[in-house]
């Protein structure tokens, strides 16, 4: 069971497939763009804007198209993996930085170790963010603006098909899916955790992953999961 969005499902099933999976997406929440764009006008003055995934920077290159903002006055960008490279790659833009455990606490940690005291720093983030990224900058004397570019809308009246393990790539797809199985998720035999933030919303649920991306991005985590498999069967 894969439980996420439509870039989830994309990242994942295609993959999955090819090691022999039987793949299940479970679109449990959609992401709806925030139609309060008054922190585009904050950009240009902007030292930076950070982005979390590559769904936030889809729905922010829509954004700024039908806001008529030129994508080269943008500010240097940094993200916290490859997930938000490729989404920018498309549009053509390099980021200037990434971390390197793809996540955004990683992102923190370069970027305070960088310097940010005096800079002024856009954070892309959804209404459920419980990203730690702005509190740090923050703390390391930089300017954050909190831009909440979309909003994580649950999906209704979902039928859950029976599965044998689950693979969560986010936080949301944690907690959105225990609003509606948690029962299930508390008898699985095989849950597989994208990354560390990823964990502590399982844990927050007193479930530990019985797998853990090295790595969080895609590629890892299922990586991760063909070998849990391959040393349950020898």
């Known amino acids: 069971l894969v439980p996420g969005t439509e870039r989830t499902r994309r ?6 497939a090819e090691r022999g999976a039987w793949v299940m997406p479970l679109e449990l929440f959609e992401l709806r763009p925030n139609p309060d764009l008054s922190w585009i006008d904050e950009l240009e003055a902007a030292d930076w804007i950070t982005f979390s995934s590559g769904s936030s920077v889809e729905i922010f290159a829509e954004q700024i198209r039908r806001a008529g903002f030129d994508a080269r006055r943008l500010p240097k960008i940094a993200v916290s993996g490859p997930s938000c490279a490729e989404a920018l790659a498309v549009l053509g833009i390099v980021p200037e930085m990434m971390s390197e455990r793809h996540t955004s606490e990683s992102l923190a940690e370069v970027m305070v170790a960088r310097g940010v005291t005096g800079e002024q720093i856009v954070v892309t983030m959804s209404d459920a963010s419980r990203s730690p990224l702005a509190s ?7 300017e954050v603006l909190r831009a909440v570019t979309y909003h994580n809308v649950p ?69 991760a999961l063909a070998s849990h498999v391959c040393f349950r069967r020898t």
Request: glycine content about 4%; charged content about 20%; overall charge negative.
């Open 11 to 16: 990242a994942l099933l295609e993959p999955l």
């Open 136 to 142: 740090r900058l923050e703390q390391a004397g930089a």
């Open 155 to 223: 999906i209704q009246n979902i039928e859950i098909p029976e599965y044998d393990a689950i693979l969560f790539s986010s936080p949301s797809a944690v907690n959105a899916l225990w609003k509606v199985d948690s029962e299930g998720m508390k008898k699985c035999t095989l849950l597989a955790s994208i990354g560390p933030v990823t964990t502590t919303a399982l844990s927050k649920q007193h479930l530990c992953p019985h797998v853990e991306a090295r790595v969080c991005d895609a590629a890892h985590l299922i990586s």
